[in-house]
C-alpha cells in the first residue's frame, strides 16, 4: 500500500511526538531536588521486615534520636535461679565482645562494651576498641573516665540494692516478731479461758451436789 505525502508527514509528526514525550515513570518521578532522603526506618523496613514482627531493640539512640534496630528473633523469658542467670551473662557477654572486636577491626569503629550481672560482687567487665585507645592520649584517658563512672554507677546500685535488702529484711523481722507477740497473747487468752472454764465446771458441779438446780444453759458437765 503508498501512502500519499501527507500521510507520510503526518505519520511522522505522530512518531516524533510520540519520542520526545516523556514516559510515565519519567512524569511521576520528582527532581532530584524535591526527593527527600530516607529515614533510617525507610531503610530497614525492607530487607528486615521478616524481623519487624519481633520488635525493636529498646533503648538504642543515636545521638538523642531513637534509632531503630530490629530483633532477629524473640525475647526469651528471664531466667528466675540466680546461678543459671550469672552463667548465661558470663558465656554471652564474651561473644558480645568478640563480636563488637571484629567489628571495630574490620571497619575501623570506636567500640566500648561495659556489663555487670546484677548478681555478682566480681569486678565489671568491659572492653574498648583497639582504633578508640589507641588513636589518641586524650582518647584513652576518657575512655578510662568513661569506664570509672560506670563502675561508680555500678558501686552505688549495689549500695542501693543492700540498703533496700537491709530494710526489707528489718521490716520483715519486725513483722516475725509482731506475729510471734500475737501468738504469745493468744495462748496467754485460750489459757486465762480454759482456767474460768475449769472453775465454772466446778462451781456447777458443788451446785448441784448441793441440790440446786443449774440451767441448762450454764451446765458444763
Given at each position: ?33 524535591q526527593q527527600t ?58 561473644i558480645v565482645i ?124
Open positions: 500500500m503508498v501512502l500519499d505525502q501527507s500521510q507520510q508527514s503526518s505519520s511522522q509528526n505522530v512518531l516524533q511526538q510520540t519520542t520526545n514525550s516523556p514516559s510515565p515513570s519519567q512524569r511521576s518521578s520528582p527532581s532530584r531536588s532522603s530516607p529515614s533510617p526506618s525507610d531503610i530497614l523496613a525492607p530487607s528486615f521486615k521478616k524481623y519487624q514482627r519481633h520488635g525493636r531493640v529498646i533503648g538504642v539512640l543515636k545521638g538523642n534520636q531513637e534509632y531503630p534496630i530490629w530483633r532477629p528473633c524473640s525475647l526469651r523469658n528471664p531466667i528466675t535461679v540466680r546461678k543459671d542467670a550469672t552463667k548465661r551473662f558470663n558465656r554471652e557477654i564474651g568478640a563480636k563488637a572486636e571484629r567489628l571495630a577491626e574490620e571497619t575501623h569503629s570506636w567500640i566500648m562494651v561495659m556489663g555487670q550481672h546484677s548478681g555478682e560482687s566480681t569486678g565489671t567487665i568491659h572492653y574498648t576498641s583497639r582504633t578508640l585507645s589507641e588513636d589518641s592520649e586524650f582518647s584513652r584517658q576518657q575512655t578510662a573516665n568513661i569506664v570509672n563512672k560506670f563502675m561508680l554507677l555500678i558501686s552505688d546500685l549495689r549500695k542501693s540494692k543492700q540498703a533496700q535488702y537491709f530494710k526489707l529484711a528489718s521490716e520483715l523481722q519486725q513483722r516475725e516478731e509482731e506475729l510471734e507477740q500475737r501468738k504469745i497473747e493468744l495462748e496467754q487468752k485460750e489459757l486465762l479461758i480454759s482456767e474460768q472454764d475449769k472453775k465454772l465446771c466446778s462451781m456447777v458441779a458443788t451446785m448441784a451436789s448441793n441440790g440446786i438446780v443449774v440451767p441448762d444453759d450454764y451446765s458444763y458437765i
